[in-house]
C-alpha cells in the first residue's frame, strides 16, 4: 500500500499545540505523511496570542499550486483562514485540483478569546467553503456564527441546527457539542444522504486542551483515506483525542492551556526525555 499525503491549510502556532504543529503531529501519529499550506503566523504561547501576521492571499495560492503540481493529496485539512482573500485561494484551489476529502475546521476565536478570522470573513466562509467542504466541524460558537443565530443549548437544538447547516450547502457536518457542559461531550454527523449518529466521549478532567478542535479535524483528515467512510473516521478520531486529553498533563509545555498529547502511544509513560 502506498502511504497517504495529507494537507493542512493553516495557521502556524509556535507553541506547538494547535495550527499546523498540531496538524503535523495528529496525521504523523496516525499514519499519515504530513504536508502543510501556512496561511497565517501567530505570535502565540499557551497563555494566549499576542499576534497574527497574515500571508498575502497570492502566496497561499502559489505555495498550494506548486505543491499540488506535484503531489498527489489524499485528504485536506483546513483550518485558520485568516482573510476573505485567503478564503478565496483555498476555494479556488479546491476546485482547480479536485482536492478529496476536505475537512473544514471553521475557526473563528481561540481559547483564549483572540480572533483567528476577521469578522467579515465569516460570510465568505458561509459562501465559499461550505459548499466545497466534505465534512465541517463547528463547535457550538461557530456555528451560531455561521447561521447568525443563538447558540444551542441541547442536543434538539444541535440536530436543527446541524440540518441548517447542510441547507447552506454542507455536505456533511460534525457539530461538537463540547460547550454545552456535563461529563460527556456529545457530537453530532449528519449528512444529507444519512441518518444522524450522535458519538459521546467521557470529558476529560484537564486543564490541557489547546488544539483540541485542530487535532480532532486533522485527525479525520488523516484516518479517513484509511476508513470506508467519514462516520469510521469520525468515531476512530474521536478515540484518539480522547486519548491524547486523557495523557495531556504528562507535557510541561508552558504556563496557561497546555496542548493534548498527540503521541501518547509512541512515548515512554511519564517520561520528559
Ligand atoms: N492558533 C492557531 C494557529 C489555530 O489554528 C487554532 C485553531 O483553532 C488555535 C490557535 C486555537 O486553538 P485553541 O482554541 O484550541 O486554543
Given amino acids: 500500500m502506498s502511504s497517504h499525503n495529507i494537507l493542512s491549510i493553516a495557521g502556524s502556532d509556535p507553541s506547538g499545540g494547535a495550527g499546523v504543529q498540531a496538524d503535523l503531529k495528529t496525521f504523523s501519529a496516525l499514519g499519515g505523511y504530513g504536508m502543510t499550506v501556512i496561511t497565517a503566523l501567530t505570535a502565540q504561547s499557551t497563555t494566549g496570542v499576542a499576534g497574527v501576521q497574515e500571508v498575502p492571499a497570492d502566496f497561499v495560492a ?4 506548486t505543491l499540488l503540481a506535484d503531489a ?25 485540483h479536485r482536492l478529496p476529502h476536505v475537512v473544514l475546521d471553521p475557526v473563528m ?29 463547528p463547535n457550538l460558537p461557530e456555528a451560531a456564527a455561521l447561521l447568525g443565530e443563538d447558540e444551542a443549548g441541547d442536543l434538539d ?15 456533511r457536518v460534525l457539530l461538537k457539542g463540547g460547550h454545552l457542559g456535563g461529563d460527556t461531550s456529545t457530537d453530532l454527523l449528519v449528512a444529507a444522504d444519512a441518518a444522524p449518529q450522535v458519538f459521546t466521549a467521557e470529558r476529560v478532567a484537564t486543564r490541557n486542551t489547546h488544539g483540541t478542535g485542530c487535532t480532532l479535524s486533522s ?17 476512530d478520531a474521536k478515540t484518539y483525542l480522547t486519548a491524547a486529553l486523557r495523557h495531556a498533563d504528562a507535557l510541561d509545555a508552558g504556563h496557561g492551556t497546555g496542548p493534548v498529547h498527540h503521541f501518547h502511544a509512541w512515548w515512554p509513560t511519564g517520561a520528559r526525555g
Avoid: W, Y
Avoid at 62 to 65: E, R, S
Fill in 62 to 65: 502559489l505555495q498550494l499550486d
Fill in 109 to 137: 476565536v481561540a481559547k483564549s478569546g483572540d480572533r483567528l478570522l476577521a469578522a467579515e470573513a465569516i460570510d465568505v466562509v458561509r459562501s465559499e467553503l461550505l459548499p466545497r467542504a466534505d465534512l465541517v466541524t
Fill in 219 to 235: 485527525a479525520i483528515a488523516a484516518l479517513r483515506p484509511q476508513r470506508p467512510g467519514f462516520d469510521a473516521a469520525v468515531r
Fill in 72 to 96: 498527489r493529496v489524499d485528504a485536506v485539512k483546513i483550518g485558520m483562514l485568516a482573510t476573505p482573500e485567503v478564503i478565496g485561494a483555498v476555494a479556488k484551489a479546491i476546485d482547480t
Fill in 157 to 171: 437544538a444541535m440536530r436543527a441546527q446541524a440540518g441548517r447547516l447542510l441547507d447552506l450547502g454542507a455536505r
